[in-house]
């Protein structure tokens, strides 16, 4: 199946090519030394031409701060080596999006769209409705077609039933997650400092929740411990709720089925169940009585301070936090994948939530010529292109990176001197090509670490589930802000877990929800669904 796709990819790529370089000489008023040649052999040569030739276009990508590319700076030249294609991006203030998205306008405004650019904040819709961005649905799997067959056909599925205009066309390439990053996460060192087996059900997951609370494993002799706990709002916890069956994406309860319908989880009499539970673990002390205060910065500080023995979050990301519990407290910790707990009458349903959709990340604009048009579309295919992603992410000599014994190692980031490039490997990234990055950063003393991250990476893979809700459109929500922003979720959720209102609070929350938009969001939703499925 495989194969023969690729051998059509590659039938239709030699066609394209030929088509371009026909296209290309005959246009070409330049007095190249093909164009008096005959036929059979100009097609042979003139595709070469069309290789040869760089056709520049202008890129705006998101920058964080990296320094522009200017046509025939170090970037320039190393991605048209690489691509074929000339990338030029000027620098545009990111500042969360907002600097972005008004100089992006007043560009647009002016009629001088870019080439190719990150749409943002959800502006692709009112662009495709306008005309302003070229329909890709013929054009990708002809000019495009590595970046076409990266991406699933389920996923191409979704960005068709999500069509602004409704006519089921592709007007932006998305990003796709075809690895789940987060996952609760333990202190092995401290399950072995108490010859504690790693538990699987909730009775062996709570007395090991005591456990951690009373005896002590990071052995300073003060019960000074925090079992578990998470962020405010109830975030970073999905390990209490994931045990239920929730659907949950870093704290925000997100859409699957229940009780055979396209559900909001936070409704769910499996949010009740879980609830109760969680509350439960608060009032014992189990989990951080300050989680409901707890920003990135303070709960990440606990968990560096060798006091957390259990949270949730990136898997492959234990490395940064080894490094700072070694710095602190002089401890060579094991964090491992805690695995999905079997809870009571809820054995084998419990999952890590994974959707494979992500934020639309590129839109080509229907304002240029042929001839750009076809090199924002080679751009794409050749960025989408797995075999070249190391040598992006490597960047430039000298200034990404440098070669040690024969080896490139990445310099540091400076953002005064680097410049900006793209991160394929970011929206579209395998697992594999992860592992690789994360065992290039190693050096021989750290290297146990990044061992953990990737040991964690891959271990926590076999907990996940793609739910139904996966490429629901953030639409579903027009008209009903305070749903869109769980208002009444972070207010329920808070309260019944610090105890201040009874469970039997969350029937009125669920009444509240529906009743205040939660019915017409629902049926949008199922709607969708049946669409799409
Ligand atoms: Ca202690």
Redesign the pocket.
């Known amino acids: 199946m495989f194969r023969r796709k690729t051998l059509l990819v590659m039938m239709c790529l030699v066609i394209v090519v030929g088509l371009i370089a026909a296209c290309s000489s005959n246009s070409s008023n330049s007095s190249s030394k093909n164009a008096t040649s005959s036929n059979g052999s100009s097609n042979t040569s003139g595709q070469t031409d069309a290789a040869d030739k760089i056709v520049d276009i202008e890129v705006w990508n998101g920058n964080t701060g990296f320094k522009a590319v200017e046509k025939g700076s170090p970037m320039y030249n190393f991605l048209a080596e690489l691509l074929g294609v000339g990338f030029i991006s000027p620098y545009v203030e990111w500042n969360g999006g907002t600097d972005y998205l008004n100089a992006l306008n007043a560009r647009i405004a002016a009629g001088e769209m870019p080439n190719v650019f990150l749409p943002y904040n959800g502006n692709e819709a009112e662009l495709a409705r306008n005309g302003a961005i070229a329909d890709l649905t013929d054009l990708l799997p002809l000019y495009a077609p590595k970046l076409w067959e990266l991406i699933p056909e389920e996923v191409w599925n979704i960005v068709k039933a999500n069509d602004p205009t409704g006519q089921g066309r592709i007007y932006w390439v998305p990003g796709i997650k075809s690895y789940e990053k987060t996952t609760g996460l333990i202190r092995k060192d401290w399950l072995d400092a108490l010859g504690l087996e790693m538990p699987t059900t909730q009775e062996e997951y709570v007395n090991v929740l005591r456990a951690f609370k009373e005896q002590?494993?990071?052995?300073?002799?003060?019960?000074?411990?925090i079992p578990t706990g998470g962020r405010e709002n109830a975030r970073w916890m999905d390990h209490l709720f994931n045990q239920y069956g929730i659907a949950m994406v870093e704290g925000f309860p997100d859409w699957d089925i229940y009780d055979g319908e396209l559900t909001f989880s936070a409704v769910s009499s499996n949010m009740k169940d879980a609830l109760a539970f969680i509350a439960q673990l608060y009032k014992e002390g189990l989990m951080d009585q300050e989680t409901f205060l707890n920003d990135k910065a303070t709960w990440d500080g606990k968990i560096d301070s060798n006091?957390v023995g259990n949270y949730f979050h990136w898997g492959q990301g234990a490395y940064e936090h080894l490094e700072k519990l070694e710095l602190g407290s002089g401890v060579k910790a094991e964090i491992t994948v805690l695995p999905v707990i079997e809870a009571p009458g809820y054995e084998g349903k419990g999952f890590i939530t994974t959707k494979q959709l992500g934020n639309p990340e590129w839109v080509v604009s229907a304002q240029q010529d042929e001839e750009h048009l076809i090199a924002s579309l080679k751009f794409l295919n050749e960025i989408a292109d797995e075999s070249k992603w190391y040598d992006i992410y490597m960047g430039v000599e000298g200034m990404h990176h440098e070669v040690v014994d024969g080896k490139k190692v990445k310099l540091p980031e400076d953002k005064s001197t680097q410049q900006n490039s793209v991160s394929p490997f970011y929206q579209w990234g395998s697992m594999e090509f992860q592992e690789q990055m994360l065992l290039d950063s190693a050096s021989e003393e750290n290297k146990w670490r990044y061992d953990q991250s990737v040991q964690n990476m891959k271990e926590l893979q076999q907990y996940v589930k793609v739910i139904a809700g996966d490429g629901l459109p953030s639409s579903i929500y027009d008209g009903y802000p305070d749903i869109k922003n769980n208002t009444l979720w972070y207010e329920y959720a808070t309260k019944i877990i610090i105890g201040t209102y009874s469970i039997d609070k969350f029937d009125e929350f669920v009444e509240k929800w529906y009743k205040s938009g939660g019915n017409v969001v629902t049926e949008r939703a199922r709607e969708w669904y049946a669409k799409v499925k």
């Open positions: 002590d494993p990071n052995g300073n002799g003060v019960a000074d411990e006091l």
